[in-house]
Every structure is written in structure tokens, then in C-alpha cells.
């Protein structure tokens, strides 16, 4: 399975942007996904995961209000629509599937991830 994110850039405090992770595998539908990011000098961790069907989604605390997760299994592709973003959601943003139909924090449960897309946000 191979996931590949595009969408990061450069963005001026309070505006947006929109994360795209298309996913190879035809089974994609089957299995929950998520955001992780990573910024500098932090652990990974995650942002945003969403079910199988897109039934449930679960946000950081950080995040909750502001971001968006969501899929398209037609396309076999997951967005995350990032709005009023702030300089502290500088990071690298990774996609990932797991291994379940339903997301965590758990990043054990994760089966695959992306290559990675980097967000920055100017003050």
C-alpha cells in the first residue's frame, strides 16, 4: 500500500489549507485512517482519525473546531481541511492507515503511512 500526501505549504496565520492522502490499495475502504503531525523537536502524534465509512471522527483537542477530516472512498483518498491555522500547526503532516476499521491514538495500530507533507505557519 502506498499513501501519498500532498497539499502542505506556506500559509499566513489564520488562513487555510487543504491535506489530500491518496492511498494505492483498491481495500482501502476497509480501514480507518488518520493525520499525525510532527513538528520540530516534538513526537509525532496524531490530529485527526476518521472510520472506515467516515461514521466517526475523533480530533486532538487542539484542532477540534478548526480541522476537518474527511474521506472519499470512491477515490480512495482522506482530506483534512485546516482552517484559522496558527504557528503552532507547523509541522510535518503524515497520513496513515490502520489496521482496524476505526482510528486511535495508538500509533502501534497503524499499518502504513505516508511520506509526509509539511505545513508552515507564518506569524
Known amino acids: 500500500v502506498q499513501l501519498q500526501a500532498s497539499g502542505g505549504g506556506l500559509v499566513q496565520a489564520g488562513g487555510s489549507l487543504r491535506l489530500s492522502c491518496a492511498a494505492s490499495?483498491?481495500?482501502?475502504?476497509?480501514?480507518?485512517m488518520g493525520w499525525f503531525r510532527q513538528a520540530p523537536g516534538k513526537e509525532r502524534d496524531v490530529v485527526a482519525a476518521?472510520?472506515?465509512?467516515?461514521?466517526?471522527?475523533n480530533y486532538a483537542e487542539s484542532v477540534k473546531g478548526r480541522f476537518t477530516i474527511s474521506r472519499d472512498n470512491a477515490k480512495n483518498t482522506i482530506y483534512l481541511q485546516m482552517n484559522s491555522l496558527k504557528p503552532e500547526d507547523t509541522a510535518v503532516y503524515y497520513c496513515?492507515?490502520?489496521?482496524?476499521?476505526?482510528?486511535?491514538?495508538?500509533?502501534?495500530?497503524?499499518?502504513?503511512w505516508g511520506q509526509g507533507t509539511l505545513v508552515t505557519v507564518s506569524s
Open positions: 476518521i472510520s472506515w465509512n467516515g461514521g466517526i471522527t
Open positions: 490499495r483498491r481495500t482501502f475502504s476497509d480501514n480507518g
Open positions: 496513515a492507515s490502520y489496521r482496524r476499521p476505526w482510528g486511535s491514538r495508538d500509533q502501534s495500530e497503524i499499518s502504513f
